[in-house]
């Protein structure tokens, strides 16, 4: 997992206005080890010292049970302002939807709502919700509050996430001339006081899945007044810093750079939690994050790819999702902790700017990158070789399904490096050795780029290609992006829904623009520039073939895998993007506490039954 700089996939667009520096929405990484879906950083990790005498410890009571973790700064507590994982872990503690998906897995459960039936259509959902559900302020939950907190993502200011309620999901709603949201124009109807109603504009078979995100959590009434008709209980930045949840923990304490805290809710409509408090301490760096946790400071942790060690991995048991279980060590404490892996819902690739790199040279790319050795050498077995931008899981038929299409038609050689192919390639376009073709490479510092990029540039240079390699700060590489300046990059790309059109926008040739895009107001999602070839429209048209086959029947399913193919077979066609793997979600955790297990969806999940030994606990 890359280790700063977080964010959810289509949050990410609206706190940055675009798409950057990996070359993606949120979801995206440059280039780090482990990228759980949904998340976006960049990979900084290099050797270290493991031991250092940090002996911090959180604040807290001593006869309350504290599960300790590690995480970096946030910005904001608001659940439709977040855009960093390190917020969204927080949020989920502490507040809840209408449905969630708790751990991470396929499933979808109920929340606040106790019920939900969808018309025979597709179009209408109808919630019935729990009674007597209180916030942490004590106003009860009712559909009055669904609605306010429904039209807070799609109309407030501060709302980052508006494009996930009106154009994923698709909610009815009314828009200005200029596209713009018209306030309380919105499909989300109060039946009566326990009773919500959604309408979509058409029939999405990810529905559910969608309502399961956490920007869709509900918050009490009218508690600020960021949208019309409301004044507001309490001010805006008091709510985002210390805010009023719904969750089985309210807000206990914050200090953006250096902890943060929360504590079970006593009025919990749901399960107690079995635990009194869930800390975080803010730490940056992965080297020191790893200090911290060799000093048994917390209970799971992250392993930077500079520390970690794949012949440490002892797996006892793979569940029928794909969940291998097992030990991780010895550490350098000596200790040997719980670790538990599933390959999750993410992509690893190389982008490329087709305004600035020619085809041919994209193309010898991917004839010398050898997709078995990245996955085993530069991320230490952390992520499975791969060649399409949908995760094997959601791929039409399945993994094996797509190891078979890919083994049979990817066309720049299955697991191997073709160097003369490459050669020949580029001098057919008219390069040689005396007149090498030149680009650059640029991604955020870090072992796992500078290892790809550099085996890179050794290899093409014997195809008459000289690569450039630079690295850059974050905000850099979105500058970069943003003007069209960026030759290529290393990234990543985590999903925030089970559904392959949640990573297949990417290769939506509208969505690639960065130039010659007067008139859109929609900015890029990546900055491909990939228009105008008879590859990028035949992607296009798959696109759309997708959007318009969006029901749960057999029809509409069989045209999306067409599609499916046919977009992924485009984009190998032209090589702006070249898929080369796909991250596994790891945890690392001590055998004092007993953790739920999560799915492909990642760990961002609700830690209300997590369980700790507290006699084994260190103080």
Not at 373 to 388: F, N, S, V
Not at 468 to 490: K, M, P, Q, V
Not at 517 to 535: K, R
């Amino acid at each position: 997992m890359a280790d700063s700089d977080e964010l959810h996939r289509r949050q990410f667009l609206k706190a940055t206005g675009g798409l950057a520096a990996a070359g993606a929405l949120a979801g995206c990484t440059d280039g780090g080890e482990e990228t759980p879906p949904g998340e976006l950083g960049t990979d900084t990790d290099t050797e270290t010292d493991t031991s250092g005498d940090d002996d911090d410890t959180p604040s807290g009571s001593d006869d309350q049970t504290t599960l300790r973790l590690i995480n970096e700064s946030a910005n904001t507590l608001d659940p439709i302002a977040t855009v960093l994982t390190t917020e969204s872990e927080k949020v989920a503690q502490m507040f809840d939807g209408l449905v969630g998906k708790p751990h991470g897995t396929a499933d979808v459960t109920n929340a606040i709502a106790e019920s939900v039936d969808v018309s025979d259509d597709g179009t209408v959902y109808t919630f019935s919700l729990r009674e007597n559900v209180l916030a942490h302020n004590g106003d009860e939950v009712t559909a009055d509050a669904v609605v306010y907190s429904w039209e807070r993502l799609a109309g407030s200011s501060n709302s980052t996430s508006d494009y996930v309620l009106l154009g994923d999901l698709g909610v009815v709603h009314e828009t200005d001339d200029e596209g713009n949201y018209v306030p309380g124009s919105l499909g989300v109807e109060a039946v009566d006081e326990y009773t919500v109603e959604v309408e979509l504009s058409s029939p999405y078979y990810a529905g559910i899945d969608i309502m399961a995100d956490s920007s869709f959590v509900i918050v009490p009434e009218g508690i600020v007044g960021d949208i019309d008709g409301y004044d507001g209980q309490i001010a805006y930045d008091e709510f985002t810093s210390a805010p009023v949840g719904t969750g089985p923990f309210e807000f206990e304490n914050w200090s953006p750079d250096n902890e943060a805290s929360v504590v079970a809710f006593d009025d919990y409509y749901g399960d107690e939690p079995s635990i009194d408090r869930v800390h975080w301490q803010v730490i940056a760096d992965p080297n020191a994050q790893f200090n911290y946790a060799m000093n048994r400071n917390v209970e799971a942790f992250p392993i930077p790819n500079a520390q970690y060690d794949p012949e440490k991995v002892t797996v006892d048991e793979t569940d029928d999702i794909g969940r291998q279980i097992g030990t991780y060590g010895p550490l350098q404490n000596d200790e040997t902790v719980d670790y538990l892996r599933i390959a999750g819902l993410s992509t690893s690739f190389m982008l490329f700017n087709t305004n600035n790199v020619i085809e041919p040279a994209r193309k010898a790319v991917a004839y010398v990158m050898n997709h078995e050795e990245l996955a085993a050498d530069a991320y230490k077995q952390r992520q499975t070789p791969g060649y399409h931008m949908t995760p094997k899981s959601l791929w039409p038929g399945g993994p094996e399904a797509a190891e078979e299409h890919a083994r049979e038609n990817y066309p720049y050689g299955y697991n191997e490096s073709d160097i003369e192919s490459a050669r020949q390639l580029m001098e057919e376009a008219g390069y040689s050795q005396d007149d090498p073709y030149e680009f650059e490479i640029i991604n955020t510092p870090g072992s796992t780029n500078s290892q790809i990029a550099g085996n890179l540039r050794d290899q093409l240079s014997a195809a008459h290609i000289e690569l450039t390699i630079n690295t850059a700060e974050f905000s850099t590489l979105l500058d970069r992006e943003f003007a069209g300046n960026r030759d290529s990059g290393l990234g990543s790309w985590g999903m925030a829904w089970a559904d392959p059109m949640n990573v297949l926008a990417l290769l939506y040739p509208p969505n690639t623009q960065t130039t010659n895009n007067e008139g859109v107001d929609a900015p890029p999602l990546v900055g491909l520039n990939w228009v105008d070839t008879d590859a990028s429209q035949r992607a296009r048209e798959a696109w759309q073939t997708m959007q318009n086959n969006k029901r749960d029947t057999e029809e509409d399913r069989q045209a999306r895998a067409d599609a499916i193919r046919k977009l992924e077979e485009a984009n190998w066609e032209d090589c702006a993007l070249i898929n080369y793997g796909y991250p596994a979600n790891e945890r690392f955790s001590y055998d004092w506490v007993d953790m739920p297990q999560f799915g492909q969806l990642g760990a961002l999940g609700k830690y209300s039954d997590v369980e700790i030994d507290t006699d084994a606990q260190p103080n």
